[in-house]
């Protein structure tokens, strides 16, 4: 009998996991012995008129007639690469994501590993300075600065550093890194982990061994501690010395952060303290680099993996300890596509794999905080800044009085002024980048508006371009106003660039660093900004919010804030939470050495109560409070929501769409029992955004249970209807934002 004739059900098949927007998982008849074909291995197959890899979960058998089964065209692994553990986690979170699962495993995959490539990469050469080098007197290099800094940074390194570190460090590091080899002061080497003699720590303050203690001697069993400490309490020292008794038992530790920018302080300050290889995971890699990182952690040959997001995926099989640094930072949820969040998918991981986590935060997140309170985690405070270094004074001047040049007070310039004179350094800190975000024409009030978008295109002076923030869009700044074609147009309000101009004029004798986006777009930019701004080499740093994560720069003495208040009416439920986040992170950038800092924090609206209660009280106040109104208004995380989002070239078109989607909706039985309410369609905050316009519909429920029963019909109906083929739309669970 011939396969085509054959009933269906009656062949085993491969299961397979393809990268398409599809949720479901497709069979194909295995090549060679069924048995060969273990989950997480990889294979190629034909999917419509192209081929794919995609990753094996299973083998079964097949509810499609046989005559439409193709064949696997090739098995790409002999070895599955992943593990059965990483599987399981991502089929999970495929699960509890709504999220088409070969596109979740695309997403855990390194780069080459999506593509048919068998790569063996060939490890990279790595750096070090020769004796030479450790030895070059300081004036040697004063004519070729970058070599300078390269020899220091490698000097300064406990191991011979990759080039995926040299770039993160310097994007300008090759030339530069030929010279110093041809001088003899620095050499190629393979690293040598054998030879590491680790410093030793810290004597760890009570707290921190308190903390530290309850962590390792939990190591085997799923145990969440919220490392509540503020900014230079000392958290890293702990994580440190965890890890440190995780490594002597020749295990893994797994590190998460929201920002590349901040890996190569921490990977330094690993690699110094623990006597094992340390990968980096992140962005600004290369994909071999990547792929050999990868493959360190999942032969176990790295101790440490210190990684961004995507990190979370990495199969390591000793893993023994995951920390989640800067736990609040939504950085850590994807936006697009696949949308988790690495900090809740550890938690899930460390549960299923019954281990110590870790989440360290200055500013912890309201979920985080509930769980704390509620006894699902563990709660540790840090109170005291480790070291010698002091809590800065917090001031609040009014925005609205005395505010001379463009929004600056006068009592902060008065101030900056002390401390440049002492040597100091000073952060200007507005969360707005270009030179203003209005151009109005003084005679008619018109703005210059974005087409494309419902939003004020921004003045870059520098570029003599308006910008849309929102999709990019730019066009020269206009002379003319549009509407009535008055000649003056007057430039509302400041951001970064004008900071920048007004600042460079007023201190003339100080060297003024622009932290943001635009100056830092270039690959490996914002690390030599960084370096730049540690050193001293500049004394007075404006910037966004990139400044406010983690940097240790400790001769910054006073910060300024300006309009810290935008949070205060933002369109997003979370606003206010991320306003006195980023107030209390950008504050801990002053005094973290032995001078005492000052945070100087101008708003428009000194009175209003929360504002008061975050400078007055602190950060558990003001998050209690915060909770309390979250409670009261029902909203996570007392209340599990999901959004769906959807956007479309017509006015009304996603309107339209999830009203039939919300009709739709309403008659499963958990909306009917209002067990999950199903609110809009409403247009999103900024309804039209890149010349499409866009609306949500979101559910809410008190329990997580039926809010993904509903999710579960949702997602293949959704795949099914021919109406959702006009739209763009996608699932968002536990959004981040609404935005
Ligand atoms: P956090 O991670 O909370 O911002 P860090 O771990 O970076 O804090 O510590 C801040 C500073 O204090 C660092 O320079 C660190 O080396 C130092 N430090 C931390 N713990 C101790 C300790 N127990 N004794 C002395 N110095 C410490
Ligand atoms: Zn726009």
Known sequence: MSADSLPAGSLAVVK???????????????????????????????????????????????????????????????????????????????????????????????????????????????????????????????????????????????????????????????????????????????????????????????????????????????????LYGITGSGKTEVYIDVARKVIERGQQVLLLLPEIGLTLQLLARFRSALA????????????TERLL?????????????????????????????????????????QQDGFRYHARDLALVRARRLKLPILLGSATPSLESLRNAKRGNFHLHRL?????????????????????????????????MQEVLGRGEQVIVFINRRGYSPVLMCEVCSSIADCENCDAHMTVHAR?????????????????????????????????TERVDEVLSEKFPDYKLLRIDRDSTSRKGELQRHLQMAASGEAQILVGTQMLAKGHDFPNVTLVGIMDADRGLFGADFRSIEQMGQLIVQVAGRAGRARKKGTVLIQSQ???????????????????AQLLEEREHAGWPPFAYVALLRADTKETSGAQNYLRQIAELAGSIPVAQSSEVLVLG???????????????????????????HQLLAWLRPTLEKLPSSRKVRWSIDVDPHDML
């Open 16 to 226: 397979v996991a393809v990268a398409v927007p599809l949720s479901r998982v497709f069979d194909y008849l295995p090549l060679g012995q069924l048995k060969n074909y273990q989950p997480g291995a990889r294979v190629l197959v034909s999917f419509g008129p192209g081929k794919k890899v995609g990753v094996v979960l299973g083998t079964g058998v097949s509810e499609l007639a046989p005559a439409r089964l193709k064949p696997v065209l090739q098995l790409l692994d002999t070895e599955p690469v992943l593990s059965e553990e990483i599987v399981q986690l991502v089929e999970w979170a495929s699960g509890y994501y709504h999220h088409p699962v070969g596109e979740c495993f695309a997403a855990a995959l390194p780069g080459l590993l999506r593509k048919n490539s068998n790569a063996k990469p060939v490890p990279p050469c790595c750096y070090q300075a020769t004796e030479q080098g450790k030895e070059a007197e300081a004036d040697m290099l004063s004519r070729a600065p970058v070599q300078k800094r390269l020899l220091q940074f490698l000097t300064s390194s406990a191991l011979a550093v990759t080039e995926g570190e040299c770039q993160l460090f310097d994007p300008r590091w090759s030339a530069p890194m030929k010279e110093l080899l041809k001088k003899g002061l620095a050499e190629k080497v393979w690293p040598d982990y054998s030879t590491l003699k680790p410093k030793a720590g810290f004597k760890l303050n009570s707290e921190q061994e308190a903390a530290a203690t309850a962590a390792a001697d939990r190591l085997g069993s799923y145990y969440p501690v919220l």
């Open 276 to 287: 094992c290889q340390v990968v980096a995971m992140h962005s600004a890699m290369n994909d």
């Open 293 to 333: 990182a990868w493959q360190a952690a999942a032969s176990g040959d790295a101790g440490v993996v210190i990684g961004t997001r995507s990190a979370i995926f990495t199969p390591m099989p000793g893993l023994a300890l995951i920390v989640v640094d800067e736990e609040h930072d939504g950085s850590l949820k």
């Open 383 to 415: 109170t005291a800044r480790a070291g010698p270094a002091n809590e800065p004074q917090m001031i609040l001047v009014d925005g609205r009085t005395g505010a001379g040049e463009q929004g600056l007070s006068q009592r902060l310039l008065t101030m």
């Open 463 to 495: 570029s003599g371009r308006l910008r849309c923030h929102h999709c990019g869009a730019e066009r020269r700044v206009p002379v003319q106003c549009k509407v009535c074609e008055g000649t003056k147009l007057i430039r509302v309000g400041a951001g």
């Open 605 to 623: 609206n000194t009175e209003h109560p929360l504002l008061h209660k975050l400078l007055d009280e602190g950060y558990s106040e003001f998050a």
């Open 681 to 707: 369609p409403a247009h999103a905050p900024m309804e039209r955004l890149a010349g499409r316009y866009r609306a949500q519909l979101l559910f809410v429920a008190a329990a997580r249970k039926p809010l």
